[in-house]
């Protein structure tokens, strides 16, 4: 029996654990630079199945030895903020639309990067343990994937709105800044 109440709760939670997180950083750069509802279908689509892998394994993701999934983490951290880093720019800040625009992929390239970029990740596992705690599948899954789909969308959509005020170089350029430092971050709580 589906509840609103326990929907609604995982929605507040897993969605202020996941705002400031990578997703939105993600959605922001992706965002910029292909077209927002392909964009979204791939992530959308990338955090459904997290959820149900999460509300599958219950809280066993809980398990998972943390040094070795922050150590992944941060690594591809790493190698994000150095792709961003030197990737090739014609010179120009018009660059903002790589050629290939197909659906198929700019749709797995958002799929791609959410399925690698949360997996094990903190609201992964909080889902986990929402739907062991709850023991509903079924509100804890779509009050997670609401919550996943609302930060992804104000990512995309913040993404389009900012390349109206700055230049793509300068978001890049945050951007692996951003992700440079998580990678630090996450390698500094993997060998403390």
């Keep these: 029996m589906f509840s609103f109440t326990v929907a609604a709760v995982v929605f507040c939670v897993v969605f202020l654990a996941e705002l400031p ?10 965002g910029t630079r292909y077209r927002a509802s392909y964009v979204f279908i791939g992530v959308a689509t990338a955090f459904t199945l997290h959820v149900a892998l999460a509300i599958a394994a219950g809280s066993v993701l809980a398990l998972l030895p943390q040094r070795l999934l922050a150590a992944v983490v941060g690594l591809l951290f790493l190698g994000g903020a150095a792709m961003l880093l030197w990737q090739k720019d014609d010179g120009g800040e018009d660059v903002r639309q790589p050629a290939d625009q197909s659906f198929w992929k700019v749709a797995s390239s958002g799929f791609m990067l959410i399925i690698v970029a949360e997996f094990g990740d903190l609201t992964q596992i909080m889902t986990a343990n929402l739907a062991a705690r709850y023991d509903d599948p079924v509100s804890v899954g779509i009050g997670a994937v609401l919550a996943l789909w609302a930060v992804a969308g104000l990512g995309i959509l913040g993404g389009r709105a ?4 700055v230049p793509l170089r300068v978001i890049t350029r945050v951007a692996a800044g951003v992700m440079a430092t998580l990678g630090a971050w996450s390698l500094y709580e993997a060998f403390p």
Excluded: E, F, I, S
């Design 162 to 165: 900012l390349m109206r005020r």
């Design 21 to 30: 997180d990578k997703t939105a950083l993600a959605g922001l750069v992706l």
